[in-house]
C-alpha cells in the first residue's frame, strides 16, 4: 500500500511541477501579447503624427511658395556643428557614455540664458540673423499707409447701402419729435 501511495504521491507532484509551469508560461505569454498591444498602439499613434507632420510640412511649403520664399535653396546646417555651438558634447560611442552624461552635474539646465544665446549666436549670423539679446523680441512693422486697404466685406457695403435711407428715417422722426 505504501508503494501505490508513493506513486501516487510522485504522480502528483509531477503534475503540480507541470502545472506550475504552465502557468508561469501562461503569465509569461500574456505579458508579452500586452507588451505587443502596447507596441501596435505606440506604431499606430506614430502613422498618426507622421502624417500630420508631413501634413503641415506641405502646408508651410506651400505658403512659403506663396509668399515667394526660397527655403528649398537655404543651406541647412549640419547637426553636429549646432550642437558644437550650443556646447554640446561629443557623440557617445557606448551606452556607458550617455549614462554618465546624463547623470554629470553640469545639465543644459544649469547654464545661463546669455551662455546659450552667445552659443547661438554664431549659427543665427550665419543664417542672416543679426545678434539676439535675451530681452529682445521682435519689432512690429508699421503698416505701410500707402498700401491700398483691404475691400469691405458684405456687412459694411450693405450698410453704405442703406445709410441713406436710415438718415432720412432718422431726420424725419427727429424733427417731428425734437
Known sequence: MSEAL??????????????????????????????????????????????????ERRYLANRLDDYGDNYRDVQVPVMWEEDKLLGATEPCSSFEDVEKEISSPMSSTDRTVSEILSNINPLLKAHGIDHITPGSKAKKSKADTNAPKKPANAFLLFCTQQRSSVQEEYYKVFFIYG
Open 6 to 55: 508513493e506513486a501516487q504521491l510522485d504522480i502528483l507532484q509531477n503534475e503540480n511541477a507541470f502545472l506550475k509551469k504552465y502557468f508561469a508560461l501562461r503569465q509569461k505569454c500574456e505579458q508579452i501579447q500586452q507588451a505587443n498591444e502596447k507596441v501596435v498602439n505606440r506604431i499606430q499613434h506614430v502613422k498618426k503624427m507622421i502624417k500630420r507632420y508631413k501634413r
